[in-house]
C-alpha cells in the first residue's frame, strides 16, 4: 500500500525555494501545506507562478506550524537563518530537511545537533550533489581499486552570480567546495583528519575575496585528497561536480562530473541498483524514507558536521598559514 504524502512547510521562498517548489509539488510522496518566508509577498508570488493554491502563506513558522498541523518542514532560507527555523521546527517536534550548508559555522552545527538529540527529531541536510546516479557508480569503481592513494577534484568554472557571494570572504570555499568535500567522504567512506590551503584572488577576479583555492586533506593513512578549483575560470570549464582523479593499488578511476565514470585496471563492478531520483529530489526522498523508517540518512547532522569542519579547517589554514588538524574545528 502507498502511504499517504508527508505532510510538509516549506521556509524560505528565494531562488533555491522555487526549485524546492518545483520538486515538491513534483513528489508523490509529500504534500505541500504552507509556505513561509519573511517577505511574505514573495512566497504569495512564488506559489502563484507554481501554480500551488490552498496551502496557508505566512511570514511565521510557528504561525504555519499552529495552523496546519504539519509532520515535516523543509528549509530553504539563507545559511545564517538555519538555526533558528531548525531548532523552531524541532522543538515544535517536527522533523527537518534543511539545505547546505546546515550552519555558517561548526559552532553553530553543533548546538543544532543538540537539539535534535534533545528532541529525538531528525536533522538532515540536503547535500544535492550526493545524488547522482554516476557518482553512485564512481563510489562503486572506487570501491574496486583496493586502498586508494590520491583523490583529487578539478573545479574551474566562471559563473557571474551578481548578489552576496560577489562581496563575501573565501567564496569558493564556503559557498561551493562544501560540496566536493562532503563527496570525497561519500565517495571514499573516510574522514580526513588534517589540511593544508591557500586561497588567492586572480587580478581579473570580479569576486571581493578567495575565487581560487588549492586544498591538500590528509586521512589518517596518510593519503590525500586535493582539490583544485576557480570562480574566475573562463576557457575550458570542468562541470559543476568538478572533474575527479582517483589512484589506487590497482588502477585508476575517474570522472568529469557530467557524463559516466571511467574504471582502468580492475574489472567493472557488478551494478548495485539505486534511486532513480537526483539533486535535490534526491535529498527529498532519502528524507521521506528515513522519517517513515526511523532509518539514520548519510547526512543526518552529527555526521554533516565534517563537511562543514572541513571547510572551517581550509578557511583557518589559507587564514593562517599552517596545517590546520580537523579535530581542532570539531573541538573549538
Ligand atoms: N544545493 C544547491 O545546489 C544550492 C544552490 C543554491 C542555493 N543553495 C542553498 O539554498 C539556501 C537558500 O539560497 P537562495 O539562493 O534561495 O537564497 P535567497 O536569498 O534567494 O532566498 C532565501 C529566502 O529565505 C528568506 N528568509 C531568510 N531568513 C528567513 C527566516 N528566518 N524565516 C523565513 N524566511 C527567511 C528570505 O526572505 C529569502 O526569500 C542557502 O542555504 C544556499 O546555500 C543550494
Not at 569503481?141 to 563575501?168: C, D, N, W, Y
Not at 588502477?251 to 548495485?272: F, K, Q, Y
Request: charged residues 25%; aromatic residues 6%.
Amino acid at each position: 500500500m502507498t502511504p499517504r504524502p508527508l505532510r510538509l512547510v516549506q521556509v524560505g521562498a528565494g531562488a533555491m525555494g522555487r526549485a524546492w517548489l518545483r520538486t515538491i509539488t513534483e513528489s508523490p510522496d509529500v504534500e505541500l501545506v504552507a509556505l513561509v518566508d519573511l517577505n511574505a509577498s514573495a512566497a504569495t508570488q512564488a506559489a502563484a507562478d507554481h501554480g500551488i493554491s490552498g496551502i496557508v502563506i505566512t511570514d511565521s513558522l510557528e504561525d504555519a506550524i499552529r495552523r496546519t498541523a504539519p509532520e515535516a518542514v523543509v528549509d530553504v532560507t539563507v545559511p545564517v537563518a538555519h538555526s533558528e527555523v531548525n531548532i523552531t521546527a524541532m522543538r515544535a517536534g517536527l522533523p527537518v530537511l534543511c539545505e547546505k550548508p546546515i550552519a555558517p559555522t561548526v559552532a553553530d552545527a553543533r548546538q543544532q545537533a543538540r537539539v535534535a538529540r534533545e528532541t529525538g527529531r531528525l536533522l538532515m541536510t540536503s547535500q544535492s550533489r550526493r545524488y547522482y546516479r554516476a557518482l553512485a557508480r564512481f563510489r562503486e569503481q572506487i570501491r574496486a581499486l583496493g586502498p586508494v592513494g590520491a583523490v583529487s577534484t578539478r573545479f574551474f568554472k566562471a559563473p557571474h552570480f551578481g548578489g552576496f557571494r560577489e562581496e563575501m570572504r573565501h567564496v569558493l570555499l564556503v559557498d561551493m567546495a562544501i560540496h566536493a568535500f562532503d563527496a570525497v567522504r561519500y565517495l571514499t567512506g573516510r574522514d580526513p583528519v588534517a589540511v593544508v590551503c591557500r586561497e588567492s584572488n586572480p587580478p581579473w577576479s570580479w569576486f571581493a575575496h578567495g575565487a581560487n583555492a588549492v586544498a591538500v586533506f590528509e586521512f589518517a593513512d596518510g593519503s590525500t585528497y586535493t582539490y583544485d578549483g576557480s570562480w574566475c575560470a573562463p576557457g575550458d570549464e570542468t562541470s559543476w561536480n568538478g572533474d575527479w582523479f582517483v589512484s589506487g593499488e590497482h588502477g585508476t578511476a575517474r570522472w568529469d562530473g557530467a557524463g559516466d565514470p571511467v574504471l582502468t585496471g580492475p574489472p567493472e563492478p557488478a551494478h548495485v541498483a539505486g534511486s532513480e531520483r537526483e539533486e535535490i529530489a534526491g535529498a527529498l526522498e532519502d528524507f521521506v524514507d528515513a522519517v517513515r523508517t526511523g532509518r539514520t540518512p548519510d547526512t543526518e547532522v552529527h555526521a554533516n558536521i565534517v563537511s562543514l569542519a572541513m571547510v572551517e579547517a581550509a578557511v583557518l589554514s589559507a587564514e593562517e598559514g599552517r596545517r590546520v588538524l580537523l579535530a581542532e574545528v570539531l573541538e573549538r
